[in-house]
């Protein structure tokens, strides 16, 4: 019986400080989405002021995601410019790419594109 008792308490005891640890976080909010894709499902103006359109997959519904003067392209991490990006990407057809955005603006704050060096 002591030792049910016991275990009971200590059971308690740690559930009590495990909700305790928790309730001290601040809870986690999401700022940012991405959409993966293909190079060739992606539509890039040809200035910051433009709207890049993207479908997710050949049968996902077209986003239109605003460009702004602090979007960022990259390829294979290397920070390049939006002509550079713009040609990559139309000869990059079938690569690997990734726009990542703010959710509260839809405003895009970086794009992604891998191209595998031979």
Known sequence: M?????????????S??????NAQH???TVTEAS????????HVP??????IQVLGCPLCRLQSLQLDAD???FRNFKEITLEQF?????????KPLTIHYR?????????ELAVLQP
């Open 26 to 28: 601040p809870p986690i």
């Open 46 to 51: 040809p200035t910051l002021a433009g709207t």
């Open 103 to 111: 959710l509260s603006d839809s405003i895009v704050t970086r794009v």
């Open 71 to 73: 979007s960022k392209f």
């Open 2 to 14: 002591q030792s049910t008792w016991t275990s009971t308490l200590a059971a308690l005891a740690l």
């Open 16 to 21: 009590a400080a495990s909700t305790l640890a």
């Open 86 to 94: 713009s040609t990559e990407a139309l000869n990059g057809a079938g």
């Open 35 to 42: 959409v993966e894709t293909s190079a060739n499902m992606v």
